[in-house]
């Protein structure tokens, strides 16, 4: 089962506004050791931005639609290189 809990974040590098950023399986975004950025729903194409605690399937995370409520993977592609 895959829990999203949504909380406002805000950073001034990325936008002039709070958005909403969906916690997967936690409920902290204090705890440290995440991974967040933007994914689209293989089902419905929603983008949405997520923060993931649970590295153990990397590079693929599990995520969860908060709009059509579907479970999908999403796959960390960042380029480490940069
Ligand atoms: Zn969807």
Redesign the pocket.
């Known amino acids: 089962m895959t829990i999203l809990v949504p909380f406002e974040y805000f950073n001034e590098r990325m936008s002039d506004k709070p958005y909403t950023v969906y916690m997967v399986n936690e409920d902290n975004p204090n705890k440290s050791g995440y991974i967040q950025g933007y994914w689209e729903?293989?089902?419905?194409?929603?983008g949405t931005q997520f923060r993931f605690f649970d590295d153990s399937r990397f590079p693929y995370y599990q995520a969860k639609?908060?709009?059509?409520?579907?479970d999908?993977l999403a796959k960390d592609d960042t380029d480490w290189e940069d």
Do not use: D, L, M, S
């Open positions: 729903c293989t089902h419905c194409g929603e639609c908060p709009k059509c409520r579907k999908f």
